[in-house]
């Protein structure tokens, strides 16, 4: 029986939602990043082979304070905005896109921490702690009702990225009694539990064509009980931190999610002037790329292209965070757009990545290329849930003047 203990903790003062990141946060921690990123650049093929982020890569973003960007000041936190974390995510994607996703996977688990009873939320954030929080949304799980408050949870929950690295991990179950799945308006009742890495069996199974180095394994747990104080509700329950938080966070994972595509198509972009700057010429052919009309073309359109993926993320994690500040962030609605302006992001970064690639000649086609290895990694991101175009149907109904619904159970 896993009882994580819950004991109070000691009043700590409870931010406001008027409170604003103390000055210079944010563009420190980003510089920061930017300095530690050529490292984890040259160190790409280490991450690939090893199929996991490194745990002194980790350690070391840890110890800057990327794990707690999103917790409020009362707990140790840099309490930033979604839009300040973008730029953090965009830089570690472009320097090594599995290092990006990890990070990408711990910003948002601070959304998910954000639904667990306040006793159990400021355990995992006691006393300033850079927690590595890693969920799986996929709800692979039973989660049986037993006497005395407890959940008897069995599963096996595939795509736990990062889950080598955490020191938690939440994952998603179907609620049962008496062996049947319970009913609630949305179809069968789900809940994520969440327990300390150690209780979890990690089987290693995250052999992939992209993202390869996410560590992206499989998380089991077997009949543990697991008390009420580590299950919650993420997509309808209620914030157990005050301020923008408060709001539904479904419409901001979608965007986070986005950051790492762009992130991705930058360092393609990055790569291909790289390779054009060196002096390549491709065989047989009068100029070097980067004298080339037809490649300066391109590589012109692509960047374009990039700028728009870009500035529609921006604009819409600003218009996120707005309505969420003000209390008006709408679980139906604006996730509905968020998973629509997710889907053109990933699409339109897609169509960059490739392009680099088709530019780059022959030569990318080997594993050692930076541009073949991002090009895997994109089109992983864009298997993603949170990336699929089916949204856009949701969205565009909307739009027509239906009714908004929810994306995930369509009601």
């Known amino acids: ?53 490194p745990r002194d890569i980790i350690d ?23 839009p300040e974390v973008l730029p953090m ?16 996977i711990g910003v948002v688990s601070q959304l998910f921490c954000s639904r667990l009873p ?20 996929t709800p692979a799980g ?35 009694k008496d062996g049947e799945p319970v009913k609630s308006d949305h179809g069968p009742l789900t809940r994520f539990v969440m327990l300390r890495a150690e209780y979890w069996r990690i089987e290693e199974t995250w052999q992939a064509s992209g993202l390869t180095g996410s560590g992206s394994h499989h998380a089991v747990l077997d009949n543990v009980d697991i008390s009420e104080a580590w299950v919650f509700d993420l997509l309808h329950g209620p914030s157990s931190v005050p301020g923008p938080f408060e709001s539904v966070p479904a419409p901001f994972i979608p965007t986070l999610h986005s950051a790492v595509a762009v ?20 065989l047989f052919a009068a100029a070097d790329l980067k004298d080339s009309p037809i490649f300066q073309h391109e590589f012109g359109r692509l960047g374009a292209e990039l700028r728009a993926a870009r500035a529609l993320l921006e604009v819409q994690a600003a218009q996120q965070w707005r309505r969420a500040a003000e209390g008006m962030l709408d679980g139906k609605a604006d996730f509905a757009d968020g998973l629509q302006g997710g889907a053109w992001i990933h699409a339109a970064c ?4 490739s392009g680099c690639y088709t530019l780059g000649g022959a030569s990318v086609v080997m594993n050692t290329s930076p541009l073949q290895r991002r090009l895997r990694d994109i089109h992983a991101t864009r298997q993603h849930i949170f990336a699929q175009e089916r949204f856009y149907a949701i969205a565009g109904k909307h739009a027509l003047g239906f009714p908004p619904i929810d994306p995930i159970s369509g009601q």
């Not at 070391?60 to 930033?80: A, Q, Y």
């Not at 995510?89 to 990408?104: C, F, I, K, P, R």
């Open 263 to 282: 992130g991705i198509a930058t360092g393609a972009v990055a790569d291909l002037a790289a390779m054009a700057g060196a002096g390549r010429r491709q």
């Open 89 to 104: 995510l965009e830089t570690l994607a472009a320097a090594d896109s599995s290092v990006g996703w990890v990070t990408m």
């Open 350 to 353: 897609t169509n960059i990545v």
């Open 118 to 137: 306040r006793e159990s939320y400021d355990q995992v954030y006691a006393d300033g702690a850079s927690a590595v929080v890693v969920g799986v949304g």
């Open 60 to 82: 070391t973003l840890r110890g800057i304070g990327v794990f707690r960007t999103l917790v409020p000041r009362s707990h140790g936190g840099f309490e930033l905005t979604v």
């Open 1 to 53: 029986m896993v009882t994580t203990n819950v004991q109070p903790m000691r009043k700590r003062p409870a931010a406001t939602a008027g409170q604003q990141p103390a000055a210079g946060d944010a563009t420190q921690l980003l510089a920061a990043i930017k300095e530690l990123a050529p490292e984890f650049a040259d160190r790409a093929e280490e991450i690939e082979h090893s199929r996991r982020v």
């Open 142 to 176: 039973r989660a049986e009702a037993v006497d005395g408050g407890y959940y008897r949870v069995s599963g096996r929950w595939p795509f736990a990225s990062g889950c080598q690295n955490a020191q938690w991990i939440a994952a998603h179950c179907v609620v049962c």
